[in-house]
Nanobody
Framework: QVQVVESGGGLVQAGGSLRLSCAAS????????MGWFRQAPGKEREFVAR??????????????YYSNTVRGRFTISRDDAKNTVYLQMNSLKPEDTAVYYC????????????????????WGQGTQVSVSS
């Protein structure tokens, strides 16, 4: 089992940047694929980005996957030595405003395109990101 805690949210102007962090407990963090989701008021939780566990695909950059709405602006990365996954968000837009959640997947760990919230086992409490126009 792993527990995750998000941080780094806040208020930023459109065009700005934020970096979210997700700190995980437990000694098996490296065995989990990690994802970021977000949920805006009145909307369903949506996939943002995912990074798999280390595999051959890591060398060719195929260990990450992004939604079409954030691809090219957001970057997900992980530091297994620190039990932490990051989401670097650049060129933020008002429509990026949401609560951002970190999630851990212990099953399809080497598959990048896993985007359904039901495929993730553990969730954090979320961190608010607000982008003003």
């Amino acid at each position: 089992q792993v527990q995750v805690v998000e941080s780094g949210g806040g208020l930023v102007q459109a065009g700005g940047s934020l970096r979210l962090s997700c700190a995980a407990s437990g000694r098996t963090f490296s065995s989990y694929a990690m994802g970021w989701f977000r949920q805006a008021p009145g909307k369903e939780r949506e996939f943002v980005a995912r990074i798999t566990t280390w595999s051959i695909a890591t060398w060719s950059g195929r260990n990450t996957y992004y939604s079409n709405t954030v691809r090219g602006r957001f970057t997900i990365s992980r530091d297994d030595a620190k039990n932490t996954v990051y989401l670097q968000m650049n060129s933020l837009k008002p429509e990026d405003t949401a609560v951002y959640y970190c999630a851990a997947d212990h099953h399809r760990t080497t598959i990048a395109a896993v985007t359904s919230p039901t495929d993730y086992d553990y969730w954090g409490q979320g961190t608010q990101v607000s982008v003003s126009s």
